[in-house]
């Protein structure tokens, strides 16, 4: 490996037809091994060989991946992958997931151009434009001034707040960042809202209710604390805020319970069709992973159908 290069990393520039990889899904190589994925099976493996390569040579290169009969794939897809040399002083970029801009043409090899880095535009060393941080980037590849560019956009966390750090808050949040969702947990229990209970990246909050201002941007909302009442309180609050989902945990004899309650309250027909209750894919089970795996998928389905 080039004593300048503190890794190398794979990007995904362009998907065409069927393959199981997205445009911006990236991986790379540290000193400690491979993060991310760009999809698994042969591609992705294709493209970490080739990615040694280029670091055993070097440089980077760009690659193009036929999902044929070639490759023992039937998916009929093709992808076209950047594999870019990351110097130390922009290894940062890369670990910290900074969206960042990536330019090649026919004579070079692809470079890291730079980051919008802790809030303002860092240049690499591979930078010779002075405005390239004042284009309008398109999504995608695009072509300008005789070199093809690539910005990767910052990833996606959706915020997904938890009220009640039980059995079942405590699966839905490890399964969740797994998920790439931003959690909070909201109970006022010490000894269940405990760090020791959680991942490393959720946000504990040891009080029972939200926040009394709104949020930008507004985060789902999954209410199942130890009390009913506590229930009903949070719901209540939130079915007066613009989020763009609010489950609650339940029977069918508790939801019907509380919107009766809440239509005696003065919500009207609209205001409960905004209510999921019982939040989730029904008929997968009460054990608290297998409420995870119903709530999520409902949350992944509308998620990637652009619902939320």
Request: hydrophobic share 45%.
């Amino acid at each position: 490996m080039s004593e300048s290069a503190a890794l190398v990393e794979v990007v995904v520039v362009q998907v065409a037809g069927s393959a199981p990889t997205a445009i911006g899904d990236s991986l790379y190589l540290a000193a400690s091994g491979w993060y991310g994925s760009v999809g698994g099976g042969a591609l992705e493996e294709s493209l970490k060989s080739r990615a040694i390569m280029c670091r055993e040579r070097g440089d980077g290169a760009v690659v193009e991946f036929s999902l044929n009969s070639d490759h023992d794939q039937c998916c009929g897809g093709r992808v076209t992958a950047l594999i870019c040399l990351v110097s130390p002083t922009a290894a940062r970029w890369v670990e910290g997931g900074a969206p960042r801009l990536y330019g090649w043409d026919h004579m070079g090899s692809p470079r890291l151009i730079g980051a919008w880095w802790q809030g303002r535009w860092q240049a690499s060393s591979a930078c010779d434009e002075s405005d390239l941080a004042t284009n309008e980037w398109p999504a995608g590849v695009c072509a300008w001034r005789g070199r093809m560019y690539f910005l990767k956009r910052a990833g996606s966390r959706p915020p997904l707040w938890l009220f009640g750090a039980g059995h079942v808050g405590a699966a839905i949040a490890e399964m969740a960042c797994r998920l790439e969702y931003d959690v909070s947990v909201y109970d006022s229990r010490p000894e269940w809202n405990a760090a020791s209970r959680f991942p490393p990246k959720v946000n504990r909050h040891i009080v029972a209710m939200p926040p009394a201002e709104e949020v930008v941007p507004a985060p789902s909302v999954l209410v199942m604390t130890h009390s009913h009442g506590l229930d009903f309180a949070i719901t209540t609050m939130f079915l007066t805020r613009n989020v763009p989902y609010l489950g609650v945990i339940g029977s069918r004899t508790k939801a019907a319970l509380f919107r009766k309650r809440l239509q005696d309250r003065g919500f009207s027909t609209n205001d409960l069709a905004r209510l999921h209750m019982p939040m989730g894919f029904a008929g997968l089970g009460k054990k608290p992973y297998e409420v995870a795996v119903a709530v999520l998928a409902d949350l992944l389905q509308r998620r990637h159908e652009g619902a939320l």
